[in-house]
């Protein structure tokens, strides 16, 4: 059967990285918000892709209602974010979640962000983060290319960071 992606997407990073996957892999995806129990019957693969807010994905608690106790499906947890591809904001997807999906295998996709496509209040949170990262850079705790690049709209997002997960999706379709 087909890898199911189930998704969260607020200003379309997450959403654009699920296309993306779908051009090479035929999936069935379905939003978390649209999910239903019978989604999961039989899948061997299924993805949970998710924009981070706070480190942690958004709605992740929606897909848990969800999501069957006993499976032998194969789970990728991929959270997109607004920082650069590392080994730090892997591990912060996994330290968050990984409690909630000891089985999983987690990536961390770069999206950026997108000021205008945003809700008021993450648009005030995000302003409130960019200056404190401004402030962190100065002292030196923090990349100051990174804070530079939160003060405005920015796009980090690309095909390539799906390698491995395509080739996992393909496996199974």
């Known amino acids: 059967m087909k890898p199911l992606i189930v998704y969260s997407s607020s200003t379309g990073f997450t959403k654009r990285y699920v296309d993306w996957i779908c051009e090479v892999v035929d999936c069935d995806v379905v939003t978390i918000r649209d999910l239903r129990y019978d989604d999961f019957d039989n899948r061997e693969h299924v993805v949970l892709a ?14 848990i209602k969800y999501y069957p106790k006993q499976t032998q499906t194969q789970l990728l947890v991929v959270g997109v974010g607004s920082d650069y591809l590392s080994e730090a904001s892997l591990e912060r997807v996994k330290t ?11 990536y961390y996709l770069p999206g950026g962000l997108n000021f205008e496509k945003m809700k008021m209040f993450d648009k005030f949170l995000m302003k409130i983060f960019s200056k404190v990262m401004q402030s962190l850079a100065k002292k030196g705790k923090v990349d100051q290319t990174l804070a530079d690049l939160m003060k405005h709209s920015y796009d980090l997002s690309n095909k390539k960071y799906l390698e ?7 496996k199974s379709s």
């Open 164 to 170: 491995e997960i395509i080739e996992r999706l393909k």
């Open 50 to 63: 998710s924009w981070l807010r706070a480190g942690k994905l958004n709605e992740y608690r929606l897909f």
């Open 96 to 106: 968050a979640h990984q409690r909630d999906f000891p089985a999983a295998t987690f």
